[in-house]
């Protein structure tokens, strides 16, 4: 258990639907991050949140978007969905922003999108 | 795109030790290479991390060459609990993003 948790663990949903993915990071962890991992492309970096700021971005979608909430929880929201969407979403946390500070991830949420 | 190389699949017995090579020819001075496995589509799991010196922990060690242009994670005394994918990652200086590439495959056999 790596202390990061991911709500919900499915979802299963049409095209041009909008989701909300949630997750809390490990106590005391600033720093969140997102990953999508689909069949064909991997394992890919989509955002990042220190302290409720935005950081990073990596290849997130304009109908996809972010926040870090003041608890540090952070949420994911998938809008318009595509059957391509369909894939697994991990959240990661780590202490801070430094190379140095190792990410957790959680169990992830699978998408469904049809 | 990722910096580092590694075997598609490697295959070990039970009980044998597992030694999991990486190239990272490209890597710069103060960038870390971290290890990380993923067991079916569970989430990636943290094993371990270094920069020059090699490194030990519970799970695993980590040997980086002296010339930190290759790098090689054992696990001791492998289990079947251990057959997952292992992405060897260096760690983009002034970024804090994971850059997975496609890993290796063990496989551990009976």
């Known amino acids: 258990d790596s202390g990061v948790t991911q709500t919900p663990k499915h979802l299963i949903t049409a095209t041009g639907q909008r989701v909300t993915l949630r997750c809390s990071p490990r106590s005391g962890d600033l720093s969140v991050y997102w990953y999508q991992q689909s069949l064909d492309q991997g394992l890919q970096f989509l955002i990042q949140?220190?302290?409720?700021?935005?950081?990073a971005k990596g290849n997130i979608l304009e109908r996809f978007s972010a926040q870090q909430f003041p608890d540090l929880h952070s949420e994911l929201n998938l809008s318009s969905l595509e059957l391509g969407d369909s894939a697994l979403y991990f959240c990661?946390?780590?202490?801070?922003?430094?190379?140095?500070?190792?990410?957790?991830f959680g169990p992830g949420t699978r998408l469904t999108v049809t | 795109d990722a910096k580092t190389t590694q075997p598609p699949s490697m295959d070990c017995a039970e009980g044998r030790a597992a030694n999991l090579p990486c190239n990272h020819s490209t890597i710069s001075g103060n960038e870390y290479v971290y290890w990380y496995r993923q067991i079916h589509s569970q989430g990636p799991q943290y094993i371990i991390h270094?920069?020059?010196n090699n490194e030990t922990n519970e799970m695993a060690s980590l040997i980086i060459t002296e010339d930190r242009k290759s790098s090689t994670l054992i696990l001791p005394h492998a289990t079947l609990r251990d057959t997952a994918v292992y992405y060897c990652i260096v760690r983009v200086t002034n970024t804090d993003k994971l850059i997975f590439g496609t890993g290796t495959r063990l496989q551990v056999f009976p």
């Open positions: 949140y220190y302290n409720g700021e935005e950081r």
């Open positions: 990661a946390s780590s202490l801070g922003t430094q190379s140095s500070y190792e990410q957790y």
């Open positions: 270094g920069l020059k």
